[in-house]
């Protein structure tokens, strides 16, 4: 499915998946408008998908643990368009370790911010243009750790309380804006291999049974819900971990 009737919004889109999802959105004719911390991060981004032929492609920074930051990219993004087709909530800060006492106060509070505040207020923030679409989805990425006891991963708490707050919000989310044909989908992945899209290494990575989760497929199962008829309501993607 081609996508170049559709405008998409995409959070943390400065290195990763969120760079990986912008470089094949745009590949597929989508308009986007992606995010990072720095502006510089996203303009890296915007340049690569540009050398590529695409032109409808916008550089914004936004600071999820910023309420007021978080407004001004809602803003700016209003200033090129009265719509949102596609908001992908990819932004959320990992912070490792198994410990509670090995974070400091102050990542303990980003990581929470980053991954539940700012994503509710992205949601918030951005319903507006949602709402004047006629294919309105909100796409999260959550994390294996929001699934209720998930203990395989080595993340800190404090991702696994924003990973979970996630969850809970996208779960009464997806019900309240129904009625308005709002979909709201998440996805609950484990650890898994991102390979750049832009490397030999993206058509050839490994995709067997005995292989870990790759960042191929996520972006497949999101093009997957997003291009079903609007009756769909794909809620969640859950994934087996090797």
């Given at each position: 499915?081609?996508?170049?009737?559709?405008?998409?919004?995409?959070?943390?889109?400065?290195?990763?998946?969120?760079?990986?999802?912008?470089?094949?959105?745009?590949?597929?004719?989508?308009?986007?408008?992606?995010?990072?911390?720095?502006?510089?991060?996203?303009?890296?981004?915007?340049?690569?998908?540009?050398?590529?032929?695409?032109?409808?492609v916008h550089a914004h920074a936004c600071d999820l643990t910023d309420?007021?930051?978080?407004?001004?990219?809602?803003?700016?993004?209003?200033?090129?368009?009265?719509?949102?087709?596609?908001?992908?909530?990819?932004?959320?800060?990992?912070?490792?370790?198994?410990?509670?006492?090995?974070?400091?106060?102050?990542?303990?509070?980003?990581?929470?911010?980053?991954?539940?505040?700012?994503?509710?207020?992205?949601?918030?923030?951005?319903?507006?243009?949602?709402?004047?679409?006629?294919?309105?989805?909100?796409?999260?990425?959550?994390?294996?750790?929001?699934?209720?006891?998930?203990?395989?991963?080595?993340?800190?708490?404090?991702?696994?309380?924003?990973?979970?707050?996630?969850?809970?919000?996208?779960?009464?989310?997806?019900?309240?804006?129904?009625?308005?044909?709002?979909?709201?989908?998440?996805?609950?992945?484990?650890?898994?291999?991102?390979?750049?899209?832009?490397?030999?290494?993206?058509?050839?990575?490994?995709?067997?049974?005995?292989?870990?989760?790759?960042?191929?497929?996520?972006?497949?199962?999101?093009?997957?819900?997003?291009?079903?008829?609007?009756?769909?309501?794909?809620?969640?993607?859950?994934?087996?971990?090797?």
């Open positions: 499915m081609r996508f170049d009737d559709h405008r998409v919004v995409i959070t943390a889109a400065g290195r990763d998946f969120g760079r990986t999802l912008a470089i094949r959105l745009a590949d597929l004719g989508a308009e986007v408008f992606l995010s990072a911390r720095s502006l510089a991060a996203a303009e890296r981004v915007r340049d690569e998908i540009r050398a590529r032929g695409h032109r409808q309420p007021a930051s978080i407004r001004d990219f809602a803003s700016a993004v209003t200033q090129h368009t009265d719509r949102v087709d596609i908001l992908i909530n990819n932004g959320s800060r990992y912070l490792e370790g198994p410990d509670l006492q090995s974070a400091s106060d102050a990542d303990v509070v980003d990581t929470i911010a980053s991954g539940a505040t700012g994503t509710v207020l992205t949601v918030k923030s951005f319903l507006p243009l949602l709402l004047n679409s006629n294919k309105p989805d909100v796409v999260t990425m959550v994390s294996a750790c929001g699934t209720a006891g998930h203990h395989r991963s080595d993340a800190h708490d404090a991702f696994y309380a924003a990973k979970s707050a996630q969850a809970g919000f996208t779960e009464i989310l997806s019900k309240r804006l129904r009625p308005q044909g709002v979909r709201v989908i998440s996805l609950y992945p484990p650890d898994f291999d991102n390979t750049d899209p832009l490397s030999e290494e993206w058509k050839s990575t490994p995709r067997e049974a005995k292989d870990a989760l790759t960042s191929q497929s996520l972006v497949e199962c999101i093009l997957f819900a997003v291009a079903q008829p609007r009756d769909c309501f794909i809620k969640s993607f859950h994934f087996e971990q090797v």
